[in-house]
Nanobody, 122 residues
Framework: QVQLVESGGGLVQPGGSLRLSCAASGSIDIINNMGWYRQAPGKERELVAIMSRTESTVYGDSAKDRFTIYRDNDKRTVYLQMDNLNVADTAVYYC????????????????WGKGTLVTVSS
């Protein structure tokens, strides 16, 4: 099993910054992809950013030029640096991993964290 624990959410004013962290734990050998999705009230969950183990990265349209994803493979942690936040970024942010190898067995299914709330408001 893989457990994901997010941290770093909170209240921030428009134009401000936050950094989210997500630490993975469990019997993990390798995590292929680590990233973030978000879900705003009344909307579908959407991709924010995802990074492969080789640091190939995909950003959602809302994150381009403002958010930066990076990961520390030794710590099994993925980060999301969010700058120039605006009200539209208010959402629950979910950590997401997939392509986990555990005890030599490959598990393609995704794992999700419980989410951390980011509120952008003046």
């Amino acid at each position: 099993q893989v457990q994901l624990v997010e941290s770093g959410g909170g209240l921030v004013q428009p134009g401000g910054s936050l950094r989210l962290s997500c630490a993975a734990s469990g019997s993990i050998d390798i995590i292929n992809n680590m990233g973030w999705y978000r879900q705003a009230p009344g909307k579908e969950r959407e991709l924010v950013a995802i990074m492969s183990r080789t640091e190939s990265t995909v950003y959602g349209d809302s994150a381009k030029d403002r958010f930066t994803i990076y990961r520390d493979n030794d710590k099994r942690t993925v980060y999301l640096q969010m700058d120039n936040l605006n009200v539209a970024d208010t959402a629950v942010y979910y950590c997401h991993v997939n392509g986990v190898t555990s005890k030599g067995v490959f598990y393609p299914m995704p794992y999700w964290g419980k989410g951390t709330l980011v509120t952008v408001s003046s």
